[in-house]
């Protein structure tokens, strides 16, 4: 491991030429073009290595990382593992888990998960110097700021707040006061960057950012991060399949560093992680299941959750059905930790196209979004009106977003485009000559 501190190691390579893997991943898919040496096999079988050694944590046993069974020599196995730690997202919990004895591990892998773990570290910290001087301004100003998801559950309910990796801190303040924070975030430093797709607010990047990711082998402490203030749950997916008012119930409080912040309680927690993460299946996708366990387990231990008040939550904003892939990802991944009730009730509500995506995933597999699937596009629409919509909004520029973001996103969809057309092509060509 080396003697740098996080913040002081360099980007993983020329940021000329980790832009470059960006774009060559998206425009193919092929996981050789962001991972050179490394390829969506082998990744695949290191993340379902790290889920069954998470399920064994989970249901209370020591567990251990074995890589022998996978292909190629110990450096290649070890430098896979590291990837799909970043792609689950738990890479720094398993290098607090080895380092707390609840796993076990090599030398190689152990090196590999204690630098996920300091980096985490060192990651959290960071972001916490950047944004907890904003959101005691918000607090002494009067905004009653609010905070939800990762940067809530780092400090509540993770071993520490370093093994939650999180891009962004999302801030939410009372409907109709975002325009007066906007001129606060200058004054601290803040410069907006992108915008948040279809009229919500911009992202928000810190003073002295660093820009965009120093590393696609693991949150590297030194990556982008950026706030992002809401007025409510505007979770891209729900706002644009649902029509009633996402409103967000923040009736706890948490407190962190001196400053007093608004959060969700446990039944109102449980039901917008569940939501966000159906909507982000393939962003960390085992952490957040993780997440949705340790809560669910924490505050039910505690008599604080109330699964009829997730009900009650969920039917009022419209999202039950994008409960569902969530809840169950979580029951397989930890059995008997959804109320039975409330995941029968979820699945009533859900359509077959949902029944039948969610059935196609692990808590690991697919870890990576490779092949087109026109099934997961529209996986919360309904009616052909809420299709063609859908279908629209698939083709149309992007709103708000610069002409160059336009032209690479549409290359890069063209580009995926042709490749599926070939691969189509090439199985029909199989299926002729062997049927020949």
């Known amino acids: 491991m080396t003697d740098l501190s996080p913040l002081d190691e360099p980007p993983d390579a020329p940021f000329d030429e980790l832009r470059r893997r960006e774009r060559a991943w998206s425009s193919s898919r092929r996981a050789s073009d962001l991972w050179p040496g490394l390829d969506a096999t082998l990744l695949q079988s290191a993340a379902d290595v790290i889920g069954a050694c998470v399920a064994v944590v989970l249901r209370g046993e020591r567990a251990s990382i074995d890589l022998s069974h996978l292909e190629g020599d110990a450096e290649r196995r070890t430098r896979a593992l590291g990837v799909a730690g970043l792609l689950t997202g738990v890479g720094p919990l398993l290098g607090a888990w080895v380092e707390r004895g609840l796993v076990g591990a090599d030398e190689r892998a152990g090196r590999v998960l204690a630098r996920h773990l300091a980096h985490g570290r060192a990651r959290i910290a960071r972001m916490r110097s950047g944004v907890m001087p904003l959101l005691a301004r918000l607090e002494r100003d009067g905004f009653a700021p609010g905070v939800i998801k990762g940067f809530h559950t780092a400090h509540a309910y993770f071993p520490e707040p370093g093994v939650r990796p999180m891009t962004d801190v999302d801030v939410v303040v009372a409907p109709g006061a975002l325009p007066r924070v906007e001129p606060i975030l200058r004054e601290l430093g803040f410069t907006p960057g992108e915008r948040v797709l279809r009229g919500h607010a911009h992202q928000w990047l810190p003073p002295r950012a660093d820009g965009g990711a120093w590393s696609h082998e693991l949150w590297h402490a030194r990556s982008q991060w950026h706030v992002e203030p809401h007025d409510g749950l505007n979770f891209a997916a729900v706002v644009a399949n649902t029509d009633v008012p996402q409103t967000a119930r923040l009736g706890d409080w948490l407190t962190i560093g001196g400053t007093t912040l ?75 930790t959804v109320d039975e009730r409330l995941l029968s009730r979820v699945r009533d509500t859900t359509s077959p196209r949902i029944r039948a995506v969610t059935a196609h995933f692990t808590p690991t597999a697919p870890i990576l979004d490779q092949p087109f699937s026109l099934g997961e596009r529209l996986l919360w629409t309904s009616g052909i009106r809420g299709t063609l919509r859908r279908l629209w909004l698939m083709l149309v520029p992007l709103e708000g977003a610069p002409a160059g973001t336009r032209l690479r996103t549409y290359g890069h969809r063209a580009a995926r485009l042709l490749a599926m057309t070939a691969r189509v092509l090439r199985g029909r060509a199989r299926s002729s000559n062997g049927g020949s």
């Open 262 to 336: 608004r959060v969700a309680d446990p039944a109102e927690l449980v039901a917008t992680l569940a939501t966000h993460g159906s909507t982000e299946l393939y962003s960390s996708r085992l952490l957040r299941l993780v997440e949705l366990v340790l809560v669910i387990r924490t505050t039910r231990a505690l008599g604080t959750l109330d699964w009829s008040g997730v009900e009650e939550h969920l039917a009022r904003r419209d999202t039950l059905r994008f409960a569902f892939p969530s809840l169950t990802l979580v029951e397989r991944l930890a059995p008997g």
